[in-house]
């Protein structure tokens, strides 16, 4: 088994960042070996890095304490960034990024839990994973965990979904107050709201944030300005070509 510190030592040599570019582009890099990666991809990596650097309060070494914080991708379609995100902050060998996809490959084109350390839940069909973070939020409240927050980052598009729609009310009746959502915004939804996708929150009881997806200190401060007794949104808005 690699141990942490050899981890460690790759994830420096390999996340160094190159003439200035995104501290994950190496790595990301390694991931898409020639393919073309859409905005899928890149809409979400600003928001991942922000999260796995800045906010959520969980190392390779506490991957199963019951005090981490949780984070769930419900986009599954953009674990390339992901894995990348993974990789730097040493929950999987930068090794491993080389053979994404393949048939011994434990990366998949969708996480799975079961296979990729740091991984919460396996995703699929899209709109699913605002409905496990709120079961997710509500089991830690049950247990008395009290301190540990659930974030789940859905895409725009997914919202369209209407297990969406049921979650967002729930949340917002049940008061819960450890849940953080992120939407990325990137205008790929076919239906709208009007008013923007916050105001699907906040009329059932959230409070929200709408950022710009690309600024790395606009997004901690949405993703760390919680309050009250209710769940969160920050909206992360994007080009809609990236």
């Known amino acids: 088994m690699t141990s942490l510190a050899t981890i460690a030592t790759r994830v420096a040599e390999a996340?160094?960042?190159?003439?200035?570019?995104?501290?994950v582009t190496p790595l990301l890099e390694r991931v898409r070996a020639g393919r073309e990666f859409g905005p899928n991809v890149y809409s979400t990596l600003d928001v991942l890095w922000v999260l796995y650097d800045r906010v959520l309060r969980i190392?390779?070494?506490?991957?199963?304490?019951p005090e981490r914080d949780r984070f769930l991708l419900s986009k599954g379609h953009a674990v390339a960034g992901y894995y990348a995100v993974l990789a730097a902050k040493g929950f999987v060998p930068p090794d491993w990024l080389d053979d994404q996809g393949g048939p011994e490959s434990r990366l998949g084109d969708h996480p799975d839990r079961t296979l990729v350390p740091g991984v919460e839940i396996g995703s699929g069909s899209l709109g699913h994973g605002l409905g496990l973070a709120v079961g997710t939020a509500l089991?830690?409240?049950?247990?008395?965990?009290?301190?540990?927050?659930?974030?789940?980052?859905?895409?725009?598009?997914?919202?369209?979904?209407?297990?969406?729609?049921?979650?967002?009310?729930?949340a917002?009746?049940?008061?819960?107050?450890n849940l953080t959502a992120i939407v990325v915004d990137n205008s790929s939804a076919t239906h709208g709201w009007s008013g923007g996708v916050a105001t699907r929150f906040t009329v059932n009881g959230w409070t929200a944030a709408t950022v710009d997806g690309r600024d790395p200190d606009a997004l901690h401060t949405a993703l760390t300005g919680q309050h009250g007794h209710r769940p969160h949104v920050v909206v992360a808005v994007v080009d809609n070509q990236a």
């Open 59 to 65: 190392t390779p070494a506490t991957v199963d304490d």
């Open 15 to 23: 996340a160094a960042p190159l003439d200035g570019r995104h501290p």
């Open 139 to 170: 089991g830690l409240r049950a247990q008395g965990l009290l301190d540990p927050r659930v974030y789940v980052l859905v895409g725009d598009a997914e919202l369209d979904e209407g297990s969406n729609h049921e979650a967002i009310a729930y």
């Open 172 to 177: 917002g009746a049940a008061g819960l107050a």
